[in-house]
């Protein structure tokens, strides 16, 4: 502020708004990283022009996505709502055509075991409590070992395990229990050293101490829920339900998805339902929970075009999961002339 006076009054320049929708829009059009969309738009003219950047520089890829994390799921839903709009008042589509399809989004995470998931809850314990010990500078009121790093015994239980299941056998089997009692030992001794930790937080007010605290809430029950799955799948044998389930400590949305696919039965995602009109625009997208029927999804998808074009489809189709006699019946008394619903 000494050298830039105005800077408490009216602050540093920002981002215009349509910079950030151009270059978001062709991040995920070329499905470029933010730091290559940065460069590419950088290096071309015609990019720079597109973005309305013109001769100014460019934002940093950084703040590029501090921006992208401020969209909310409901303001895109109204942005491409607004898209339509447009879309329909150029005549660019009608809505006379209707497709409707299923995909899993696949989460960007490690194949989840349970003693890989183990192995990171004690890695990122351990971190929160190395950038804990820096902060509450007052160790000698805690245990001796609490804020041990219990990382590399982990990681070394973890490769028994895996040694361990590539073996056939009742001593294999035996090896695998034994290794995982004590991965599961370690992991909870990680989370009684956070809840120490976290109780001695609670009295720090900085923004750092506030920010550990924070982590710490958010991973140990993430961690907690991991070691109370591993107990009932691998020491009681029970077959957890995927609902119940926890496959990623860092995205615990992702839902596990049996499609029955050959190349890939199981994937870890959520499940994205889309529409589809004439001239390939996405007229609608739902983020479905779990793993619903793709046949529930057809009525939703007439309901919701109706409701946008002010009128049926002509033509409305969809893959063989989509097919029942009700569905079909369905879009007739809607009005479509035209129902497209292979049978399985």
Same mark, same amino acid.
């Given at each position: 502020?000494?050298?830039?006076?105005?800077?408490?009054?009216?602050?540093?320049?920002?981002?215009?708004?349509?910079?950030?929708?151009?270059?978001?829009?062709?991040?995920?059009? !070329? #499905?470029?990283?933010?730091?290559?969309?940065?460069?590419?738009?950088?290096?071309?003219?015609?990019?720079?022009?597109?973005?309305?950047? !013109?001769?100014?520089?460019?934002?940093?890829?950084?703040?590029?996505?501090?921006?992208?994390?401020?969209?909310?799921? #409901?303001?895109?839903?109204?942005?491409?709502?607004?898209?339509?709009?447009?879309?329909?008042?150029?005549?660019?589509?009608?809505?006379?055509?209707?497709?409707?399809? *299923?995909?899993?989004?696949?989460?960007?995470?490690?194949?989840?075991?349970?003693?890989?998931?183990?192995?990171? *809850?004690?890695?990122?314990?351990?971190?929160?409590?190395?950038?804990?010990?820096?902060?509450?500078?007052? @160790? +000698?009121?805690?245990?001796?070992?609490?804020?041990?790093?219990?990382?590399?015994?982990?990681?070394?239980?973890?490769?028994?395990?895996?040694?361990?299941?590539?073996?056939?056998?009742?001593?294999?089997?035996?090896?695998?229990?034994?290794?995982?009692?004590?991965?599961?030992?370690?992991?909870?001794?990680?989370?009684?050293?956070?809840?120490?930790?976290?109780?001695?937080?609670?009295?720090?007010?900085?923004?750092?101490?506030?920010?550990?605290?924070?982590?710490?809430?958010?991973?140990?029950?993430?961690?907690?829920?991991?070691?109370?799955?591993?107990?009932?799948?691998?020491?009681?044998?029970?077959?957890?339900?995927?609902?119940?389930?926890?496959?990623?400590?860092?995205?615990?949305?992702?839902?596990?998805?049996?499609?029955?696919?050959? #190349?890939?039965?199981?994937?870890? *995602?959520?499940?994205?339902?889309?529409?589809?009109?004439? *001239? @390939?625009?996405?007229?609608?997208?739902?983020?479905?929970?779990?793993?619903?029927?793709?046949?529930?999804?057809?009525?939703?998808?007439?309901?919701?075009?109706?409701?946008?074009?002010?009128?049926?489809?002509?033509?409305?189709? @969809?893959?063989?999961?989509?097919?029942?006699?009700?569905?079909?019946?369905? +879009?007739?008394?809607? @009005?479509?002339?035209?129902?497209?619903?292979?049978?399985?």
């Amino acid at each position: 502020s000494q050298r830039h006076p105005k800077t408490l009054i009216t602050g540093r320049n920002s981002t215009p708004v349509e910079v950030i929708e151009r270059m978001l829009a062709l991040k995920h059009l !070329y #499905n470029w990283s933010y730091a290559d969309t940065v460069r590419f738009v950088s290096d071309s003219l015609v990019l720079r022009w597109f973005c309305r950047i !013109y001769l100014n520089p460019v934002c940093d890829s950084k703040t590029l996505l501090r921006w992208a994390n401020l969209i909310q799921p #409901n303001t895109l839903r109204l942005f491409n709502r607004r898209l339509d709009a447009i879309a329909f008042e150029l005549k660019l589509t009608r809505g006379r055509k209707l497709r409707t399809d *299923g995909m899993v989004v696949e989460t960007n995470i490690h194949h989840p075991t349970d003693s890989s998931l183990l192995a990171d *809850g004690v890695r990122v314990l351990s971190r929160l409590l190395k950038g804990a010990k820096a902060v509450l500078q007052q @160790g +000698a009121q805690l245990a001796a070992d609490t804020f041990r790093d219990r990382n590399r015994s982990a990681r070394k239980a973890a490769r028994r395990i895996h040694e361990a299941s590539r073996r056939r056998g009742e001593e294999a089997s035996a090896h695998v229990q034994e290794a995982y009692r004590r991965l599961v030992r370690i992991t909870q001794a990680s989370v009684a050293q956070a809840r120490r930790v976290l109780a001695a937080l609670k009295g720090h007010k900085d923004k750092r101490a506030q920010k550990l605290k924070a982590d710490l809430e958010r991973f140990i029950p993430r961690v907690e829920q991991v070691i109370a799955q591993t107990r009932r799948r691998v020491f009681e044998g029970e077959k957890v339900p995927a609902s119940e389930k926890i496959v990623s400590l860092f995205e615990p949305h992702t839902e596990v998805i049996c499609r029955g696919k050959a #190349n890939k039965p199981v994937e870890f *995602g959520r499940k994205v339902w889309l529409e589809e009109v004439e *001239g @390939g625009i996405v007229s609608d997208y739902r983020i479905l929970k779990g793993n619903p029927s793709d046949k529930e999804q057809w009525r939703p998808s007439l309901d919701h075009h109706v409701e946008l074009f002010g009128q049926p489809p002509y033509l409305a189709s @969809g893959d063989r999961g989509v097919y029942s006699a009700s569905n079909e019946a369905y +879009a007739e008394r809607m @009005g479509v002339k035209r129902v497209i619903l292979p049978q399985p």
